[in-house]
């Protein structure tokens, strides 16, 4: 049957162990999804007795290997190269890749960050693998070390399962702000191997003349985020928002109806098709609190609404609730924020 290509064979699953994470850096500095994805990576591998490895590239990476051991990382496997210092598709897909061959890890987590979703799309193929995308809940069965990725589907309505029984490694990516930080360890002790690359030039073809950032607000940093609804009535009610954020040192947020209205730009939006938040104070002002929203907030430490509905089902979620009209609640509360700031007691913790 010559011309017919057939499917790969399945792979050994006994052959393969412990957990891979990529660790992304971005101006030499690991990012928040990265230590997000060192957490969850950590817990799954410790489920099965086996070793947290943690993949990373750059320029000059001893810093950041330092601090992804800090973190409880078992292996820090490194690659050092001038042409690693900014993330390129090509070199950082075949460098992972050999390394994947190399050590066949049972799992092999990415965060569903622009550059971790392009790259482990590439890796999957490279390895001949598949890979479960913007996943929200991961999980290992302890016997059959086969992992439970969990992801929205259905237009966001319902979760799915998906379960990779007999191609390895078993890859995903999450998304960023659903799993938690995890605490630095008191001694590490991670192992650190980093070598020096030498990339194929037919991976450097192309010329990279700038980087330009593009000027976007990253609402998964923030302690404190602040976010609208159509409860505002008005594109202008942003603006107080904006104030009571400027107050308490937070940033703006915002639902998807609000953003679909023009009233604020996509890059504040909170939810399942926007950025996943976990801040210690999430405030909604008129938002209703559909499911999509939901699932991008739910996880924050504390939880405060405004809303005149007695009915809404954010209510639900919520630690405090201030029934009262918004544009009478946050004057008020912004004005009580200054007075307090007045006050002698504050004055001298300065």
């Known amino acids: 049957m010559a011309g017919i290509k057939f499917a790969t064979p399945a792979a050994k699953p ?15 500095k690991l990012i928040k999804p990265a230590l997000e994805m060192i957490g969850v990576g950590k817990k799954i591998a410790d489920k099965v007795g086996e070793k947290l490895y943690c993949v990373l590239l750059g320029k000059d990476i001893k810093k950041e290997a330092d601090e992804a051991a800090s973190y409880g990382c078992d292996v820090i496997l490194g690659a050092e190269s001038p042409d690693l210092g900014t993330y390129r598709t090509l070199p ?23 550059n971790g979703r392009d790259l482990a799309s590439r890796i999957a193929v490279s390895c001949e693998a598949g890979v479960t995308a913007d996943c929200t809940e991961l999980d290992i069965e302890q016997d059959t070390r086969i992992l439970s990725a969990n992801r929205p589907t259905y ?13 390895r490694p078993q890859m995903a990516t ?7 930080v995890p605490e630095k360890v008191k001694s590490p002790k991670g192992e650190i191997r980093i070598k020096k690359a030498n990339i194929d030039p037919s991976l450097l ?32 009610g942003f603006g107080i ?19 679909d209205m023009g009233w604020i730009t996509r890059d504040h939006q909170v939810g399942q098709t926007g950025q996943t938040v976990r801040p210690r104070l999430y405030i909604a002002a008129g938002i209703s609190g559909k499911i999509q929203h939901i699932m991008g907030m739910k996880n924050s430490e504390t939880i405060l609404s405004i809303n005149t509905d007695p009915g809404a089902e954010i209510l639900k979620y919520s630690d405090y609730v201030i029934n009262a009209d918004l544009y009478e609640a946050i004057p008020a509360l912004i ?16």
């Not at 006994?14 to 030499?28: G, I, P, Q, S």
């Not at 940093?221 to 505002?232: A, H």
């Not at 928002?241 to 953003?259: M, Q």
């Open 155 to 167: 237009g966001e309505s319902m979760l799915a399962e998906i379960l990779c029984k007999k191609h």
């Open 174 to 180: 999450a998304r960023p702000g659903i799993f938690p």
């Open 241 to 259: 928002l904006k104030e009571l954020a400027g107050e308490i040192g937070g940033v703006v947020g915002s639902s998807r109806p609000a953003v």
């Open 335 to 350: 004005n009580s924020i200054r007075e307090k700031k007045k006050s002698p007691a504050a004055a001298a913790k300065k």
């Open 205 to 236: 073809k192309k010329e990279v003349l700038e980087f330009r950032k593009k000027n976007t607000v990253d609402l998964t940093d923030s302690k404190v985020v602040v976010s609208g609804g159509m409860g505002l009535g008005k594109p202008e």
């Open 92 to 114: 950082y897909s075949r460098i992972i890749s050999d390394f994947v061959k190399e050590e066949k890890p049972n799992i092999f987590l990415i965060p569903a960050t622009r």
């Open 14 to 28: 006994d052959e393969y162990r412990n957990v891979f994470v990529f660790l992304e850096t971005r101006e030499d």
